[in-house]
């Protein structure tokens, strides 16, 4: 065993090097906030989809899918179906325009026809927090994933890797910017894609490339019968789980076009022919990585033995790709199954580091050029000063996630993303929408909109069944709420709040603005409905 984690370790180092090897090359060739911030707007369509795959396809997709699907069967696809479709929305709605209205974050969209200061701080808070829940998701998928290479259940070395990870994705953004961040997920991209490929062919080949035979040895072994093949199984317990559902649903489809790391990647573009490109080169990527989660999660539950399937539940779900890899490669003890399971591991590593290294270049950038400049400068501040400023951002953010990462570790990182999903829904899609196809739209329904969005769907899961009042597992015993089980301040029943906040960040954005005094601003309306259509002055949008 000794030799495999030998194995295993060479691999991780291997691949973190790769990473950090690619930054400092990108370090060299950046200069100013343009290559800082927008990798010098020189990335193809072709490279900036695979970048956006690289973005998109996280830990959460390779391990929380794969483990939601071989836990629940179809509702555990369900997710992938949403992630997916998602996409369609964003292609629609949002890449080009924002392509060609922007310059650097999503706030200069927003403050191009409204007051820089109050749109700025809300557009930058918003960012910031979605961030931080979706890094929440990789941090807690990085110490899973070393709890089960090293064969430890230590908290102090999950704690330890949890450290690690966002030591290094503070090095990714403050030394190789958006140009290392972009070529580090181009390069992930490229091993998950390749790594899933090779155990799904794998998992196949063991049912003679027979799918249904698949499928029914899962449902078989997952000792839930055919029910495990059917709509129900998580989400049709009880009317609440069904709403839970749909409330989930709507967050996944919506909160792609309001996610802030997948926005900030269309400006790395030089044309919204591009943008459009990377959109659908990402959707192609994407959609058949989201078949290989539904081979990878039903060949989980097919293949894993009793113990090994435990071992799955009890992480949530996070360990199943990485299980079944060791399964398909010879099995536990086996070199060929240390050698699978190490290459996946080290992929869904790489998984993890680029994306955090993007969320939280992402956020500090906000900082930096909305906080910073725009609200705390007067838009006065060097470019040299808003990169040190973004930089010291970047370590902030990086030790706010890793302080609530560890407590968070118990919960299934498909999950977790969701929120980020739904709290992106709420708050950013609203303004997004109104400010783009509403001349009327002014700053204090942008205001409410994103206020109103952000603190009620954060604010709805703070009383929901997660936080605390969900007790603990029949089976292991262990408190399924993040909260101790003698506190329980629960009065929200939805484990997912999107169908109560998405609804009311739109109203709210409506109300504010019928009800505002603001003189209106319906040229600067027709200025940016120009910008959006054709690109024309995109470079200086957020000068104004």
């Known amino acids: 065993m000794e030799g495999h984690q030998i194995l295993t370790t060479t691999l991780f180092l291997g691949v973190v090097a790769l990473t950090v090897g690619i930054t400092i090359w990108a370090s060299r060739n950046s200069s100013g906030a343009a290559d800082h911030y927008a990798g010098g707007r020189g990335f193809s369509g072709f490279q900036n989809g695979l970048a956006i795959g690289g973005d998109y396809m996280s830990a959460a997709s390779f391990l929380g899918i794969s483990g939601a699907i071989a836990l629940s069967g179809y509702d555990g696809f369900l997710y992938s179906i949403g992630f997916l479709v998602a996409w369609l929305v964003a292609l629609l709605l949002v890449a080009e325009v924002l392509r060609n209205s922007g310059r650097y974050t999503m706030a200069d969209q927003l403050a191009y026809r409204m007051r820089q200061k109050p749109v700025r701080m809300a557009a930058a808070t918003s960012t910031v927090v ?7 998701a990789q941090m807690v998928g990085a110490g899973a994933l070393v709890a089960l290479l090293l064969g430890v259940s230590s908290e102090g070395l999950k704690n330890l ?15 190789g910017g958006m140009k290392g961040t972009t070529w580090v997920q181009i390069v992930k991209a490229v091993l998950l894609m390749a790594g899933s490929a090779l155990i799904v062919v794998l998992v ?22 055919g029910a495990f093949l059917e709509p129900g199984l998580k989400y049709g317990v009880s009317t609440t789980s069904k709403i839970d559902f749909i409330s989930l649903g709507i967050a996944l489809v919506l909160g792609t076009a309001g996610l802030p790391h997948i926005l900030i990647r269309f400006y790395t573009t030089p044309t919204s022919r591009d943008a459009r490109k990377s959109v659908l080169w990402a959707i192609g990527l994407i959609g058949v990585f989201y078949l290989f989660t539904l081979i990878l999660g039903f ?5 894993l033995d009793k113990d090994a399937y435990a071992e799955v539940a009890a992480s949530g779900g996070n360990l199943a790709s990485p ?8 099995g536990p003890g086996s070199t060929g199954g240390a050698v699978l399971l190490a290459v996946i591991a080290a992929v869904a590593f790489a998984t993890i580091l680029a994306v955090v290294a993007g969320l939280t270049l992402t956020s500090s950038v906000s900082v930096a050029h909305d906080l910073y400049n725009s609200v705390f400068r007067n838009g006065q501040a060097t470019e040299a000063e808003e990169i040190r400023v973004s930089r010291i951002a970047a370590g902030v953010i990086g030790l706010i996630a890793i302080v609530l990462a560890i407590p968070a570790q118990k919960l299934n990182i498909a999950f977790l993303v969701a929120l980020a999903f739904a709290v992106a829904a709420s708050a950013n899609l609203p303004a997004i929408i109104y400010n783009m196809f509403w001349r009327r739209f002014n700053t204090r329904g942008a205001l409410w909109s994103i206020y109103g969005g952000l603190i009620s769907s954060v604010g709805l899961v703070i009383f929901s069944p997660i936080v605390s009042g969900k007790g603990v597992d029949a089976v292991t015993g262990k408190n399924l709420s993040l909260l101790p089980t003698s506190i329980d301040i629960s009065w929200f029943p939805l484990e997912n709040p999107g169908i109560v906040s998405i609804p009311l960040g739109f109203l709210l954005g409506y109300l504010g603005t019928i009800t505002s005094k603001e003189p209106s601003a319906e040229e600067r309306y027709t200025e940016l409905e120009v910008r959006a259509l054709t690109g024309a002055g995109a470079e200086q949008a957020s000068k104004h």
């Open 204 to 225: 196949l080949a063991k049912f003679g490339f027979n799918l249904s035979e698949l499928l029914g040895t899962a449902a078989q072994n997952s000792g839930k019968g």
């Open 299 to 303: 060949g989980a539950a097919a293949l």
């Open 130 to 136: 979605v961030s931080i829940f979706y890094l929440l």
């Open 161 to 175: 890797t949890i450290f690690f990870v966002g030591a290094l994705m503070i090095f990714y953004v403050t030394v």
């Open 323 to 330: 299980l079944l890899a060791e399964a398909v490669g010879g």
